[in-house]
């Protein structure tokens, strides 16, 4: 998709910095810029930034629909693109996990899924990269992960130990565990052994992480943390430079992260159905307490700006503060100059909301059209 012609959005409400203005701004070459151009009147609408979600795992759905029944990688990197510009997203990091579970949270999975997005990343009109969703006990394949950041250029890998969950499952839901299991073509006695000889490794999982985070450090990779519950957890992740801390699941942990000045993201889908749909802590109390620095789409891609109108709607911030919970602070954290606001020479991420519905009618991407629909389609091709 070619760049659109220099075009000058003017009537409607604009988000500049931290005010809404009845300001134009002109999109010219991928850039905000300034100056005359054919105009496009948005009389009703808001021109926000495009979002960024840090985390999302909304793509399998495109990848692998059911367990057993996987597509092609590049047509689903399509199509999840095309569902990230309907909901405003301009930039979005697949949360990819490389786990001992196997099946398409494996490690040849990640590796697949990386040489997919290589071979289609230029046609894809959002910017896609890849979080690699580590877990702690595959300690054995950290010489593969290395590379396979190296070889991709990864930029963000977050540390998370999901077998705590695995055992409890297993001990107190037997049923639910097979069930688990035979999604990735395993008995449940398969599975039970994968996960006991993962539980085997603990006792050289820290020097391990601690030796893989060097490397990444070393290649400029932004590490994090997955659901930390203890002050101690996020002590030890601070220390190897894995300052994010993503999901944090206690108050405890999520103020010690922002007593250290680290970011912490939680959910946007927590802050919209007004708690954590597994039992944790509640987003939208880390907000008020001023603990959440950014939200994420998590599993459900249209909660992003949904979360933001939720917050202005209950009165605990307004849009401009609202909204750089998923645009500027994001940005920010992940160290994108470029993005995040609409500023002049900043690149042209850029999404009209229809005031009334609230509904994201166009959104440009670099410049680039991503989606356009209802009232506004057809003003801008009457």
């Not at 997955?226 to 999901?247: K, L, N, P």
């Not at 911030?317 to 993005?339: F, K, N």
């Not at 606001?341 to 059209?369: P, Y």
Request: proline share 4%; hydrophobic share 45%; charged share 20%.
């Amino acid at each position: 998709m070619p760049q659109l012609s220099p075009l000058r959005l003017t009537g409607a409400r604009t988000l500049i910095g931290d005010q809404l203005a009845d300001q134009p701004i002109t999109l010219a070459e991928g850039l905000v810029t300034d100056g005359p151009a054919p105009e496009l009147d948005l009389s009703g609408y808001i021109v926000l930034p495009g979002i960024i979600d840090l985390h999302g795992d909304g793509f399998e759905r495109h990848l692998t629909p059911r367990p057993s029944a996987p597509f092609d990688k590049r047509r689903a990197l399509r199509s999840a693109a095309a569902e990230l510009a309907v909901n405003g997203v301009t930039t979005a990091w697949f949360a990819q996990s490389w786990s001992w579970e196997g099946g398409f949270r494996s490690g040849q999975a990640t590796c697949d899924l990386l040489d997919a997005l290589s071979a289609e990343k230029a046609a894809l009109l959002a910017d896609i990269r890849v979080q690699i969703r580590l877990e702690t006990h595959v300690t054995m394949a950290f010489c593969e992960v290395e590379q396979a950041v190296a070889r991709h250029g990864v930029d963000y890998v977050v540390f998370n130990d999901h077998l705590p969950e695995a055992v409890q499952m297993a001990d107190t839901q037997p049923a639910r565990f097979a069930q688990w299991a035979a999604q990735t073509k395993r008995s449940a006695e398969e599975m039970l052994a994968i996960v006991r000889a993962a539980q085997a490794l603990g006792a050289e999982v820290p020097a391990a992480l601690t030796h893989i985070a060097s490397s990444f450090r070393s290649l400029g990779v932004r590490m994090g943390s997955h659901d930390d519950a203890t002050a101690e957890t996020r002590g030890f992740y601070r220390r190897i430079g894995a300052d994010v801390c993503e999901f944090p699941t206690t108050f405890e942990a999520a103020q010690t992260a922002h007593s250290a000045g680290e970011p912490v993201l939680m959910g946007a889908p927590n802050v919209v159905r007004l708690g954590s749909q597994s039992g944790n802590i509640a987003a939208q109390g880390l907000i008020e307490a001023g603990l959440c620095d950014a939200l994420v789409s998590d599993y459900y891609y249209p909660a992003l700006a949904q979360s933001a109108w939720h917050l202005v709607d209950t009165g605990v911030m307004d849009l401009a503060a609202a909204w750089a919970m998923i645009s500027a602070r994001p940005a920010q954290i992940m160290g994108l100059t470029d993005r995040g606001q609409l500023d002049l020479g900043k690149r042209a991420d850029v999404i009209a909301v229809n005031a009334k519905t609230r509904e994201v009618e166009m959104a440009i991407s670099a410049g680039r059209l991503a989606h356009l629909s209802g009232e506004l389609a057809r003003r801008m091709w009457a």
